[in-house]
T-cell receptor, first 109, second 119 residues
């Protein structure tokens, strides 16, 4: 079963615009991770935020975490066509990661 | 190796046949995970290994599915008597230690997946 929900399910923007994706989860966490997937194949880890962190940056990525609301957001600034992909949040449950349903981002040149 | 590798990359089989999917994790990674992703769906956890043992098999959909890991390295996922609903992309991932309860789980490194089609 999936741990959380992501919204929107799909997002279409123009190159240069910012993209924001949200993730909600159900249980308490130690960290939350964001992954990217191109063309339905392997996932690539983007960023990990710990439960005692509220915000984290990596290049054009900004992740926030609100443990009181059990939610996280991923912001991609100055988007590029190459950012087109599916983005998933994931939280730990026991020894395994549980992924959300993902947001499909399309960046039009 | 440079990354997680999986073979075959694509597999087409007939209903009722058995298939074996292979995963070679990153050298030195003790934790290994199998996931399944159906068309347009999220990732469904199947099983994970810590070393050669599998503490959590809860995601295996039925007793037709089994997995093993030998030498703390290569893992094989076997599906017996395949059904059409088994068609999916099977993804393998590894992580350095798996992580612990205090610090949360490690980052996972994914292979390119095996696309299984059952006719």
């Amino acid at each position: 079963s999936q741990q959380g929900e992501e919204d929107p399910q799909a997002l279409s923007i123009q190159e240069g615009e910012n993209a924001t994706m949200n993730c909600s989860y159900k249980t308490s966490i130690n960290n939350l991770q964001w992954y990217r997937q191109n063309s339905g194949r392997g996932l690539v880890h983007l960023i990990l935020i710990r439960s005692n962190e509220r915000e984290k940056h990596s290049g054009r990525l900004r992740v926030t975490l609100d443990t009181s609301k059990k939610s996280s957001s991923l912001l991609i600034t100055a988007s590029r066509a190459a950012d087109t992909a599916s983005y998933f949040c994931a939280t730990g449950q026991g020894g395994k990661l549980i992924f959300g349903q993902g947001t499909e981002l399309s960046v039009k040149p | 190796g440079a990354g997680v590798s999986q073979s075959p990359s694509n597999k087409v089989t007939e209903k009722g046949k058995d298939v074996e999917l292979r995963c070679d994790p990153i050298s030195g990674h003790t934790a290994l995970y199998w996931y399944r992703q159906s068309l347009g769906q999220g990732l469904e956890f199947l099983i994970y290994f810590q070393g050669n043992s599998a503490p959590d098999k809860s995601g295996l959909p039925s007793d037709r599915f089994s997995a093993e890991r030998t030498g703390g390295s290569v893992s094989t996922l076997t599906i017996q008597r395949t059904q059409q609903e088994d068609s999916a992309v099977y993804l393998c991932a590894s992580s350095l230690t798996g992580g612990g309860l205090a610090g949360g789980l490690d980052e996972q490194f994914f292979g390119p997946g095996t696309r299984l089609t059952v006719l």
